[in-house]
């Protein structure tokens, strides 16, 4: 393998890899702390995390955070990432140095993937993490007599703590720096696994490691190589009978074999019978087939509670200080179009904004204390049986959970399902999980007609209804998918295979790493999305067509000259129906038939168009409606709250509002979801089914809520 060239005044470029829950997030984490940045791999839509650190010299590095990975025979999108990168087969990413992170307390499976990147001879730092574990399973290791076996650095450190950070990082720069070192000998014979095959492929590419040509054989049809190369490493393959599958069957025979012998000089291990451990006794209640289900369903009403109880304070203080700056404004700005774009909209909109900051900083700390604790995964492997019912399996039921979150990276995760039947089921379904994106809409028609008042003197009615219609979501997930995988023909064998971490407390810095980190993608994405609309919903519900907008205001004027003392109360009457009839009353008012049935307004049905493009965006659209109709200093909810049809009866009765609230539960309103359904799908026939399906069950369902609590 070619070792980089470490070139002066130029970045070091550090690859971070690792087995999947080998400590690898934790340990990015604590390098890089805020600084991180989030994108794609080039040509991929697997994400990428980099950032750049400060190393001890003063000097800067860019580490990238490769996805983890078992080996070097890849099976998903986002293992084939890091795997071109470590062979590198990447013409976009190149690494300086490997910094392998290793599992203490699964040494035996994480040394399989260490000992095939030693044998690639390139750069590479050994760091053992979950030590800390490896020590109550009674698991001592001689690391240097480790680091003599595998023939490069190891250190020990706790990526959950920032001790040991700066000798990594000497440890790092040191190997970076020993690139024209001797390359040590191969951990196994690997080119006797193919010694012809091997030494015409290193002619072809004289700078590969024996082990690096053997997987030029296996899977060069994926490297970036000329057409000449391609069919000459073909006809090599033909000469020797290369037999890819046998190769690596007793590749991986021997690297264990090797790993055995490793483990018995320099690594004690506890005797098997002795008593379970911690992790395996919480196991037998967490994963019992009904205590289990028991625990999952508290777990999730707990989240759900404290997702209103703790935010309703800070929403509070925000809600009074958006309030206090609109009436400032008001009372100190004159009256003009500029002033009344300021307060109506731009004012407006960014309180529709802000107000769910605390909200969506709420679920997404939670969420994380769930993965943190290794709790996430046993939630998997306690549903696959009911997954398999409904024709999904237990790995489906991540996406689905990261659903709750977003649905686009939800959808994109679904890549780590193998069979494509489920894969398929579980993207068309995962939409139908609540996002943090409805949160908003169900806070604010929560409040509305649901009293702040608590059952049995400690569980809040409000908590409730929101747990329930997270459950609605899922439950409807789940009877959708049972139906239509009657009618995917696609026969494939179902596997599920998982990891159970063990147990451990939540890493509180990567709490709050990720609730800062969601909080600024909701108000910088979600936020520019709500701005713009906003904005444009200011222009089209403050201006109309001239005829009729100078109609209504010749009639007010007549009147409020007849009548001085009822002035206030006709310049309310002329803001409501200037509104009706501007360009954004004038939509409304074509779409009100269709949705009546609903118990909608024509308002409500200008939030459902606007919100297709964001869901959060229906608060957004109600501010500034209201705010133009009635520019005086009551908030959004007690604006909507009075808020009347024709008749003088409430807009947002108890049935009206839950029929809403069942709407967003189950429509397909996000542009973005669908993008991604058609890029993962690579054809438009599954997203138009999924926009299709999913409005009118929307429309059906919401109907008939309507109808029953009329």
Same mark, same amino acid.
């Given at each position: 393998?070619?070792?980089?060239?470490?070139?002066?005044?130029?970045?070091l470029h550090i690859a971070l890899v690792g087995n999947p829950n080998s400590g690898k997030t934790t340990l990015f984490n604590t390098l890089t702390g805020l600084n991180q940045k989030v994108g794609n791999f080039p040509g991929v839509t697997v994400d990428k995390k980099t950032a750049t650190i400060s190393m001890e010299d003063g000097s800067k590095a860019e580490l990238i955070d490769l996805p983890g990975t078992y080996s070097l025979y890849p099976r998903r999108a986002d293992e084939w990432v890091a795997y071109k990168v470590l062979i590198d087969a990447d013409k976009d990413i190149k690494a300086d140095v490997i910094l392998l992170l290793v599992d203490a307390s699964n040494l035996k499976r994480n040394l399989l993937f260490c000992s095939q990147i030693t044998d690639l001879k390139i750069p590479v730092v050994v760091a053992l993490t979950m030590n800390d574990i490896a020590a109550k399973?009674?698991?001592?290791?001689?690391?240097? *007599? +480790?680091?003599?076996?595998?023939?490069?650095?190891?250190?020990?450190?706790?990526?959950?703590?920032?001790?040991?950070?700066?000798?990594?990082?000497?440890?790092?720069?040191?190997? /970076?720096?020993?690139?024209?070192?001797?390359? *040590?000998?191969?951990?196994?014979?690997?080119?006797?696994?193919? /010694?012809?095959?091997?030494?015409? =492929?290193?002619?072809?590419?004289? %700078?590969?490691?024996?082990?690096?040509?053997?997987?030029?054989?296996?899977?060069?049809?994926?490297?970036?190589?000329?057409?000449?190369?391609?069919?000459?490493?073909?006809?090599?393959?033909?000469?020797?009978?290369?037999?890819?599958?046998?190769?690596?069957?007793?590749?991986?025979?021997?690297?264990?074999?090797? #790993?055995?012998?490793?483990?018995? %000089?320099?690594?004690?291990?506890?005797?098997?019978?002795?008593?379970?451990?911690?992790?395996?006794?919480?196991?037998?209640?967490?994963?019992?087939?009904?205590?289990?289900?028991?625990?999952?369903?508290?777990?999730?009403?707990?989240?759900?509670?404290?997702?209103?109880?703790?935010?309703? $304070?800070?929403?509070?203080?925000?809600?009074?200080?958006?309030?206090?700056?609109?009436?400032?404004?008001?009372?100190?700005?004159?009256?003009?179009?500029?002033?009344?774009?300021?307060?109506?909209?731009?004012?407006?909109?960014?309180?529709?904004? =802000?107000?769910?900051?605390?909200?969506? !900083?709420?679920?997404? *700390?939670?969420?994380?204390?769930?993965?943190?604790?290794? $709790?996430?995964?046993?939630?998997?492997?306690?549903?696959?049986?009911?997954?398999?019912?409904?024709?999904?399996?237990?790995?489906?039921? &991540?996406?689905?959970?990261? *659903?709750?979150?977003?649905?686009?990276?939800?959808?994109?995760?679904?890549?780590?399902?193998?069979?494509?039947?489920?894969?398929?089921?579980?993207?068309?379904?995962?939409?139908? &999980?609540?996002?943090?994106?409805?949160?908003?809409? $169900?806070?604010?028609?929560?409040?509305?007609?649901?009293?702040?008042?608590?059952?049995?003197?400690?569980?809040?009615?409000?908590?409730?209804? !929101?747990? /329930?219609?997270?459950?609605?979501?899922?439950?409807?997930?789940?009877? =959708?998918?049972?139906?239509?995988?009657?009618?995917?023909?696609?026969?494939?064998?179902?596997?599920?295979?998982?990891?159970?971490?063990?147990?451990?407390?939540?890493?509180?810095?990567?709490?709050?790493?990720?609730?800062?980190?969601?909080?600024?993608?909701?108000?910088?994405? /979600?936020?520019?999305?709500?701005?713009?609309?906003?904005?444009?919903?200011?222009?089209?519900?403050?201006?109309?067509?001239?005829?009729?907008?100078?109609?209504?205001?010749?009639?007010?004027?007549?009147? #409020?000259?007849?009548?001085?003392?009822?002035?206030?109360?006709?310049?309310?009457?002329?803001?409501?129906?200037?509104?009706?009839?501007?360009?954004?009353?004038?939509?409304?008012?074509?779409?009100?038939?269709?949705?009546?049935?609903?118990?909608?307004?024509?308002? #409500?049905?200008?939030?459902? #168009?606007?919100?297709?493009?964001?869901?959060?965006?229906?608060?957004?659209?109600?501010?500034?409606?209201?705010?133009?109709?009635?520019?005086?200093?009551?908030?959004?909810?007690?604006?909507?709250?009075?808020?009347? %049809?024709?008749?003088?009866?409430? =807009? $947002?009765? +108890?049935?009206?509002?839950?029929?809403?609230?069942?709407?967003?539960?189950?429509? &397909?309103?996000?542009?973005?979801?669908?993008?991604?359904?058609?890029?993962?799908?690579?054809?438009?026939?599954?997203?138009?089914?999924?926009?299709?399906?999913?409005?009118?069950?929307?429309?059906?369902?919401?109907?008939?809520?309507?109808?029953?609590?009329?």
């Amino acid at each position: 393998m070619a070792l980089p060239k470490i070139v002066a005044n130029k970045n070091l470029h550090i690859a971070l890899v690792g087995n999947p829950n080998s400590g690898k997030t934790t340990l990015f984490n604590t390098l890089t702390g805020l600084n991180q940045k989030v994108g794609n791999f080039p040509g991929v839509t697997v994400d990428k995390k980099t950032a750049t650190i400060s190393m001890e010299d003063g000097s800067k590095a860019e580490l990238i955070d490769l996805p983890g990975t078992y080996s070097l025979y890849p099976r998903r999108a986002d293992e084939w990432v890091a795997y071109k990168v470590l062979i590198d087969a990447d013409k976009d990413i190149k690494a300086d140095v490997i910094l392998l992170l290793v599992d203490a307390s699964n040494l035996k499976r994480n040394l399989l993937f260490c000992s095939q990147i030693t044998d690639l001879k390139i750069p590479v730092v050994v760091a053992l993490t979950m030590n800390d574990i490896a020590a109550k399973k009674g698991i001592r290791i001689n690391v240097q *007599g +480790l680091a003599i076996a595998l023939g490069v650095p190891v250190i020990e450190i706790s990526p959950r703590k920032s001790k040991d950070v700066s000798q990594l990082k000497k440890i790092i720069a040191t190997t /970076a720096q020993q690139h024209k070192r001797a390359a *040590g000998p191969d951990f196994i014979d690997n080119k006797g696994l193919c /010694a012809t095959g091997v030494e015409s =492929v290193q002619k072809l590419f004289p %700078h590969l490691s024996e082990y690096a040509a053997i997987h030029y054989l296996i899977n060069h049809e994926e490297f970036p190589l000329s057409h000449v190369q391609q069919e000459a490493i073909e006809q090599i393959e033909l000469d020797t009978k290369f037999n890819p599958t046998k190769t690596q069957a007793e590749e991986v025979m021997q690297r264990y074999q090797r #790993i055995r012998q490793i483990m018995q %000089h320099n690594v004690i291990e506890p005797d098997p019978m002795e008593r379970k451990m911690f992790t395996e006794k919480l196991d037998n209640l967490l994963l019992h087939r009904v205590w289990g289900y028991l625990v999952l369903l508290s777990v999730l009403f707990v989240l759900f509670q404290s997702v209103f109880w703790i935010a309703s $304070y800070p929403m509070d203080w925000i809600e009074s200080a958006f309030k206090q700056i609109g009436n400032g404004l008001n009372n100190s700005l004159p009256e003009a179009w500029w002033s009344n774009l300021l307060i109506n909209g731009v004012i407006a909109g960014l309180g529709g904004i =802000v107000i769910f900051v605390p909200q969506i !900083m709420i679920l997404f *700390g939670l969420i994380t204390i769930l993965e943190d604790t290794g $709790y996430m995964a046993r939630i998997s492997f306690l549903s696959d049986r009911l997954m398999r019912k409904v024709g999904l399996n237990g790995k489906s039921v &991540m996406p689905m959970i990261s *659903g709750f979150a977003c649905a686009v990276p939800a959808i994109m995760s679904t890549r780590n399902i193998e069979n494509r039947k489920e894969r398929l089921l579980t993207i068309l379904i995962t939409p139908l &999980m609540s996002c943090s994106a409805r949160l908003p809409v $169900y806070t604010i028609l929560i409040s509305l007609v649901i009293p702040s008042t608590h059952v049995w003197g400690f569980l809040s009615l409000q908590g409730l209804v !929101m747990m /329930a219609l997270y459950l609605l979501g899922t439950v409807m997930a789940l009877v =959708v998918s049972y139906v239509m995988k009657w009618f995917i023909n696609i026969k494939e064998k179902s596997f599920f295979i998982l990891e159970l971490p063990i147990y451990r407390a939540p890493r509180w810095n990567n709490v709050g790493i990720t609730m800062v980190e969601k909080a600024k993608i909701f108000v910088r994405d /979600a936020g520019k999305v709500i701005m713009v609309i906003s904005l444009l919903l200011w222009f089209l519900s403050s201006y109309g067509p001239g005829s009729r907008m100078k109609k209504v205001e010749e009639k007010y004027a007549i009147l #409020i000259q007849q009548n001085i003392a009822a002035k206030d109360s006709l310049q309310r009457q002329l803001s409501s129906e200037k509104l009706q009839n501007s360009y954004a009353g004038l939509l409304g008012k074509v779409i009100e038939p269709a949705i009546k049935p609903l118990g909608y307004d024509w308002k #409500i049905g200008i939030a459902l #168009i606007t919100s297709f493009a964001a869901r959060e965006v229906f608060v957004g659209t109600m501010a500034t409606l209201y705010s133009v109709e009635d520019n005086d200093d009551t908030s959004l909810r007690e604006k909507m709250k009075a808020a009347t %049809h024709k008749d003088g009866t409430k =807009v $947002y009765t +108890l049935p009206a509002a839950l029929s809403l609230m069942v709407f967003y539960v189950l429509a &397909m309103q996000c542009m973005s979801t669908l993008a991604v359904v058609k890029r993962e799908t690579r054809t438009w026939k599954w997203p138009v089914f999924q926009f299709v399906y999913m409005t009118v069950l929307a429309y059906s369902m919401s109907w008939l809520t309507y109808v029953i609590f009329k």
